[in-house]
């Protein structure tokens, strides 16, 4: 079970280690973007971390 002293040390965690970025998408798009984050075996956070890797990547960025 989680208890309130894991959710406090998680949220302690993300406050010091991590960001959050929202973005605006035309609505039907982030279904879309699941969609194909799922097909991939992925969640849609790691989809969208690896699409922008690969597209730095093959950009020189």
């Known amino acids: 079970m989680y208890n309130q002293a894991q959710n406090k040390a998680t949220q302690k965690y993300q406050r010091e280690n991590l960001e ?17 984050a799922e097909s991939a075996g992925m969640s849609l956070a790691e989809f969208l971390k690896t699409a922008v890797e690969e597209y730095t990547n093959n950009h020189g960025l």
């Open 20 to 36: 959050q970025i929202r973005f605006w998408a035309k609505k039907g798009e982030k279904d879309r973007y699941k969609k194909l």
